[in-house]
């Protein structure tokens, strides 16, 4: 009966090891992850001032990023953050109600999203398996 009650305490030991690596390997997964995602979105950030049209300054000044619980956004701060859909694609110029021209699009987000979903996958995948 001793051996039994032995086996079930290393058992239980056993249970605990594996739990507290497991937990150490998530923490330290969890913090390359963030670390990724802050290297990226900086980087995203800069790409997105070179990018942007620069008429006024204003709006390629305005990209900075901001995290929540939930992860890291790259977005438009200031007066300047309704512009961006409206120069990623294009628009309608109306005066008096009357459709008198377009405005061509200047695409600058969408590459740069790409860009960095990709490089942000990419890094994960070399620091998992690495």
């Not at 699009?105 to 998992?128: G, Q, T």
């Amino acid at each position: 009966m001793d051996k039994k009650s032995n086996s079930a305490v290393n058992v239980e030991q056993m249970a605990m090891e594996i739990h507290k690596q497991l937990k150490e390997y998530t923490d330290e997964i969890k913090e390359d992850v963030w670390q990724t995602a802050m290297n990226v979105s900086e980087k995203a950030v800069t790409k997105l001032k070179e990018k942007s049209p620069k008429l006024t300054k204003d709006y390629s000044k305005g990209w900075t990023r901001s995290t929540t619980r939930f992860g890291v956004i790259v977005h438009q701060k200031g007066k300047e953050s309704n512009l961006t859909h409206l120069l990623e694609k294009g628009h309608q110029l109306k005066r008096g109600g009357r459709k008198i021209g377009e405005v061509a699009a200047h695409p600058h987000i969408a590459e740069v999203e790409k860009e960095c979903i990709e490089e942000y996958v990419s890094e994960v995948e070399r620091r998992l398996k690495g």
